[in-house]
């Protein structure tokens, strides 16, 4: 199947900074993909759907001043976490839908965990 | 709006045993249903779906899943599991297609030699 990565695996930064999170379907395009957070021992969470060449929509109650959403190419979206706080420490993930005749599969990246100090 | 539940957060089982890892679903409108296993870190992939037609689903390595509209329950089974079978599985939902996936807090299959 489609591979979809993301960079960083992990990442540690400090209150007040910010952190950019990667997300690259390596062997697909895709219009549009999808960013996830998951706390703890709990779902998923829709934060927003990326589409390529215009803005990201947001789900209700997903801050977009706060998560900045870039998809400006066909294979790379970029999640980036600014003035981050300990309550933005998190597991977050990506998914890129690929489509190839009558199926279509969403296909997930591996994830990155961001805490924040 | 739609929402999903796994009841149990943790399933330990001996090899070859049996296992159901149960998913029920709230919606007003009908919805595709999906699982999803995620194996220590790698992403989510896809186990199998229900978009319509016959209500059982199968896997290639042994999973099924019943699509049950009455008890809006989406139960996953294997008759016999393997070490190898250890995971967290996602029960998942949409409307109208892969997009804005629902999913549930998950269930941890943990299987003991």
């Known amino acids: 199947g489609a591979v979809v990565s993301q960079h960083p695996s992990r990442v540690i930064c400090k209150s007040g900074t910010s952190v950019k999170i990667e997300c690259r379907s390596l062997?697909?395009?895709?219009?549009?993909m999808f960013w996830y957070r998951q706390f703890p021992k709990q779902s998923l969470m829709l934060m927003a759907t990326s589409n390529e060449g215009s803005k990201a929509t947001y789900e209700q109650g997903v801050e977009k001043d706060k998560f900045l959403i870039n998809h400006a190419s066909l294979t790379l979206s970029t999640l980036t976490v600014t003035s981050a706080h300990p309550e933005d420490s998190s597991f977050y993930i990506c998914?890129?839908?690929?489509?190839?005749?009558?199926?279509?599969?969403?296909?997930f990246g591996p994830g990155t965990r961001l805490t924040v100090l | 709006a739609q929402s999903v539940t796994q009841l149990d957060s943790q399933v330990p089982v001996f090899e070859e045993a049996p296992v159901e890892l149960r998913c029920n679903y709230s919606?007003?409108?009908?919805?595709?249903l999906f699982w999803y296993v995620q194996y220590p870190n790698q992403g989510l992939q896809l186990l199998l779906k229900y978009l319509s037609g016959s209500t059982l689903v199968k896997s290639i390595n042994g999973f099924e899943a019943e699509f049950n509209k009455s008890q809006t329950s989406f139960h996953l089974r294997k008759p016999s599991v393997h070490i190898s079978d250890t995971a967290e599985y996602f029960c998942a939902v949409s409307v109208g297609g892969y997009n804005k996936l629902i999913f549930g807090a998950g269930t941890r299959l943990a299987v003991h030699p």
């Open positions: 062997d697909f395009q895709a219009t549009t």
């Open positions: 998914s890129a839908p690929q489509t190839s005749g009558d199926n279509n599969e969403q296909f």
């Open positions: 919606s007003s409108v009908s919805v595709y």
